[in-house]
């Protein structure tokens, strides 16, 4: 068995994927990385034949017909052989020094008594055109060097949140938790680092910065313009969240807060998307999501409405949505969103 699988979702990623592909190999043969074409039509099928060639003991190459990102990941899941499992996506890169001490860490935990369920270590915003690079890190969060569980959690703020560039899961937990992302659809990485948390009991945190999350590129799916396009993708996966878990039956008052406001957060990116379009068919559509929420749970509806965020995406009329985009902007700012 290897250590860590690191599934590699492409699709048409002959111009970056190799820069992905060749920071991974700095793991070595502990690890196991997934190539997963994704009916990809440029030179993405034949670069991950000639890396699965040139390291057969490293590297596997899967293809398959388009089913977009959620499909890729998927695919990993069933494919992987590695106690633990972590996405990379082709566009972006770890860093070697830290790939490293994960690994170090991984393997000493492997070879012990105890259960890790969870691994988080820090994402840096690779942002084109930024002059700071933002760093995502959960040191005021998050105990440091040592297993721990839900329980030790201190205050995780608002945009403090764990993305997928952030976590290592153990395979059998996703698989035990039953995860399985929806085909052709975008932003599926938020039901990622939502619904296996309830399995998640135990969890490490390494203070390294090691996942380069690549951001700027005109045609990625987090850029504002065609988030707007893609709108009723992002309320697809914002209502998934919705019926995953009714969170006030989760056990754990930490973790339940911590669920209640990253789904907060996903709530107000469709809302305030829907805003910005502008069209009477989207502002409608704001008025569906949350007549949705509410008829679903009232009590939840009057929790996320009762929120800042929440609140001032809700204001009535123009001046409220000037409002509401203004506050949407220092959220830009603040999180490093697009």
């Known amino acids: 068995m290897k250590l860590l699988s690191i599934t590699v979702p492409c699709y048409n990623s002959e111009a970056y994927m190799e820069r992905c592909i060749e920071s991974l190999l700095a793991g070595g043969e502990d690890v196991e990385i997934i190539i997963v074409d994704d009916g990809s039509r440029d030179m993405t099928p034949e670069i991950a ?7 057969p003991d490293i590297v596997r190459a899967v293809h398959q017909e388009n089913g977009g990102h959620g499909a890729a990941v998927n695919t990993g899941i069933r494919h992987a052989k590695g106690l633990y499992f972590k996405v990379v996506d082709s566009d972006d890169w770890v860093d070697r020094e ?5 690994l170090d860490v991984l393997r000493d935990i492997a070879g012990s008594d105890h259960i890790l369920d969870m691994l988080i270590s820090n994402f840096v915003y690779e942002k084109e055109g930024a002059k700071h690079k933002k760093v995502m890190k959960y040191t005021t969060a998050l105990v440091q060097d040592q297993i721990f569980t839900w329980s030790d959690v201190r205050h995780i703020y608002k945009g403090q949140y764990l993305l997928m560039h952030s976590v290592i899961y153990r395979t059998k937990l996703l698989r035990e938790c039953g995860l399985k992302l929806p085909e052709h659809t975008f932003y599926v990485d938020n039901l990622y680092v939502y619904e296996p948390l309830p399995y998640v009991k135990t969890m490490y945190y390494l203070n390294v910065d090691f996942y380069r999350y690549y951001i700027g590129r005109d045609d990625q799916s987090v850029n ?25 039956k989760i056990p754990n008052k930490k973790l339940r807060k911590y669920m209640f406001n990253y789904l907060e957060i996903i709530t107000v990116i469709s809302t305030v998307l829907l805003i910005r379009s502008g069209t009477k068919e989207n502002l409608e559509k704001k008025r569906e999501l949350w007549g949705y929420i509410k008829q679903k749970d009232i009590r939840l509806f009057h929790r996320l409405r009762r929120g800042i965020m929440g609140n001032t995406m809700n204001l009535p009329g123009r001046g409220g949505r000037k409002i509401s985009i203004a506050a949407y902007k220092i959220a830009q700012k603040v999180v490093g969103f697009n």
């Open 98 to 102: 830290s790939f490293e001490k994960i």
């Open 224 to 248: 504002e313009t065609v988030m707007i396009s893609r709108i009723d993708q992002q309320i697809k996966v914002n209502k998934i969240m919705l019926e995953a878990y009714d969170l006030w």
């Open 49 to 55: 034949d000639a890396y699965a060639k040139r390291y």
